[in-house]
């Protein structure tokens, strides 16, 4: 069943489908506003937007993790690293950014 997924997400793809129908049968309780228990699109909706955090935390992790790994090839490239302590450089740096990934980029990739 289509359920209007928006298309930066994959639209009503198969897994994103999935995704929604196993959500739906498992959301429970009532509506705060309302006191019943949620209608099916309320729990649609709920489950939507579950999608959508999912797939923004994949983003954040993938582009955290291809920010490093560029890092880490930087700092070996220089030939004062090994991979062990380019890693922990990195990790470092990351930190030191505040855990920011702009200002990650702008310490350590940006030079």
């Known amino acids: 069943m289509p359920y209007g997924v928006d298309k930066k997400l994959g ?3 198969p897994g994103n489908t999935n995704f929604v129908e196993d959500c739906v049968s498992k959301v429970r309780g ?3 506003r309302t006191g019943k228990p949620y209608t099916k699109s309320e729990k649609v909706a709920i489950c939507k ?10 983003e954040v992790a993938y582009q955290v993790e291809s920010a490093v790994a560029r890092a880490i090839s930087i700092y070996m490239k220089t030939g004062k690293f090994t991979f062990d302590s ?3 450089m990195s990790d470092t740096m990351l930190a030191k ?3 920011d990934l702009d200002v990650y980029k702008e310490l350590v990739l940006d030079k």
């Open 11 to 13: 639209g009503d793809n």
């Open 97 to 99: 950014a505040g855990f």
């Open 86 to 88: 380019a890693h922990a």
């Open 30 to 32: 009532t509506n705060k």
């Open 49 to 58: 937007t579950a999608l959508r955090n999912k797939k923004e935390a994949s």
